[in-house]
């Protein structure tokens, strides 16, 4: 069913049209309904991409700090890990390092009380563990000396 519209327009868009339909071989009515359709149309879009932005705008910023947090828990535990690492390689360093002071301290002690006798040798002992008590106790003091 259709109604009819009683609107006055400028000549010069009422002579387009007719223009325009006698150039396309349609009806000056079928033509104005194709124009007033897709304004109708494109207005409607408009409308609904105004009301729709902000929504989207608002979905795109959480799926971002969403994958912005979840890049973060990541990187946080990729870090502790290679802390983990770092320190158990260190650990394993500081232990290597403490045996092989054991085994050179238990080998010198040997030889000097070998090359010497047992009393000096223990003189010698009781000697270098006070003055590395002392180096560790206050190390800045034992530098000028």
Sequence with gaps: MKKQLG?????????????QAQRSSKSATMLLEEYIAAGLARDNGELVEQNSLPAIRAAVREEVGKAMQELYQQLSADLQKSARKSDDRLAALIVKAARSAGIAQRMLFSLASKLVNYEFAMKIWDSAKEQVGKDIAKPDDQKGQ
Aim: proline share 0%; net charge negative.
């Design 7 to 19: 609107l006055r327009v400028d000549d010069h868009l009422k002579d387009g049209l007719n223009d």
